[in-house]
């Protein structure tokens, strides 16, 4: 297939670009380096030093014999859009071109604004560069458990049929989302939707809970192929967090309670779910949902798992409970279903002891560019 990624700088989409060029598609990324000016801008900078997407490229296909493309612009601006797309024509558009920080869209008017306008009008332009161009081609979208929220009744994959007075119809599931970051995952569901139904797109939207790991089969064949590690509290998900905070001897940084449950998954995993979703399209008219994670833990869980192993290797590991930046529940029902990735292939690989000292190991080797500033929340919901 043709694949052209959007948002191909990214924590997942460079390592997908490098995974879907591996198997033998050919793959064009494209970004316009808006997660590096927020973290430079905001003191958030990743643990691991990734050079540019063109160095990237270079450095991949010396060692792996595989070309990516790489096209630097703003795919806000809809000529960008529509001439990479009738460059390209691809068969396949993973769609991963959005601020994908809640906190940062947390921040104030302007980041808020900057989140909104940023993620919806990708969305839209990359619609629109479908439907005029290449009316086949299957867009998979990177959407978010979040969208959910953590309603007090079972999950399901997207949809939910409803009986009303004596008659019945299917919907999208309702969503309840927990930050402006999550809300513009909801609205660009809305979007899909809409253009699904009236022009007969075919989507993919896959709503995917918080991603951990460094290590891929690609990017571990040079340091300077790994993703952009993040341990700040405006990129950094919870397992990555914790982790570089147990090497760097700080207490695991527990919001409120720390009854919160989340669905997690291995990057690994996600590398797979996003090629099983592209290699196996939908037929065209219909939006496809998946919930793209492998195991749930409470924010507590993790914390326990990461000091278990923490400890053996010597850290002593200490967890406190410090005030929720956030508003969420911190103790609530959580029962997604999660069987359509599996149902298409998806062999999940769990968060073992191994797999917690493997990234231990790893952010070790790089412990002197932690820079403590960057651990704490300095940013609250109200
Ligand atoms: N949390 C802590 N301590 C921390 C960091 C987080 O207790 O130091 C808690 C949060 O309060 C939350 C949970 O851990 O309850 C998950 O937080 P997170 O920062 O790992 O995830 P989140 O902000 O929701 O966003 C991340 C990605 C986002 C993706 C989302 C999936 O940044 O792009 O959409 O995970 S999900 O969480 O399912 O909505």
Not at 31 to 44: G, K, P, V
Not at 338 to 363: F, N
């Amino acid at each position: 297939m043709r694949v052209l990624i959007l948002g191909g700088d990214g924590y997942l989409g460079w390592p997908t670009a490098m995974n879907l060029a591996a198997a033998g598609h050919e793959c064009c990324v494209v970004d316009n380096y808006l997660r590096r000016r927020i973290a430079e801008a905001t003191n958030s900078e990743a643990l691991l030093v990734a050079p540019s997407l063109t160095e990237r490229a270079r450095v991949f296909a010396a060692v792996s014999g595989h070309e990516i493309a790489v096209r630097i612009g703003d795919l806000n601006d809809s000529d960008v859009m529509f001439s990479i797309v009738r460059e390209f024509m691809p068969n396949a558009i993973i769609h991963y071109a959005e601020q994908p920080s809640a906190p940062y869209s947390m921040r104030g008017f302007r980041e808020a604004r900057e989140t909104l306008r940023n993620n919806l009008d990708v969305t839209f332009n990359c619609i629109w560069a479908v439907k005029d161009i290449v009316s086949d081609c299957h867009i998979v979208k990177l959407g978010t458990m979040g969208e959910y929220g953590t309603p007090d009744i079972d999950i399901e994959e997207g949809w939910i049929e409803i009986a009303h007075k004596g008659r019945k119809d299917t919907f999208l599931f309702p969503r309840a989302a927990g930050s402006l970051y999550h809300t513009t995952k909801i609205l660009d569901t809305d979007l899909l939707w809409f253009y699904v139904r009236t022009y007969g797109l075919r989507v993919t939207d896959l709503m995917q809970g918080p991603v951990y790991g460094i290590s891929t089969n690609e990017a571990d064949l040079d340091p300077r192929l790994s993703p952009n590690f993040h341990y700040d509290d405006i990129f950094g998900t919870a397992v990555n967090r914790f982790l570089v905070q147990a090497v760097a001897r700080v207490p695991l940084t527990v919001y409120g309670g720390g009854g919160q449950t989340r669905g997690y998954l291995a990057l690994r995993d996600t590398l797979q779910c996003v090629r099983l979703a592209a290699e196996k399209p939908p037929a065209r008219g219909h939006l496809r949902i998946l919930n793209q994670f492998t195991e749930a833990f409470t924010v507590n869980d993790l914390a326990e798992r990461v000091k278990v192993v923490g400890d053996k290797m010597g850290l002593d590991v200490a967890i406190a409970s410090i005030p929720n930046p956030r508003k969420e529940k911190e103790e609530h029902y959580y029962n997604p279903v999660h069987s359509g990735l599996i149902d298409l292939g998806l062999a999940p690989h769990y968060m073992t002891e191994d797999v917690i000292t493997d990234m231990l190991e790893r952010i070790i080797e790089n412990k002197d560019r932690i820079v403590s500033e960057r651990i704490m929340p300095r940013v609250r919901w109200s």
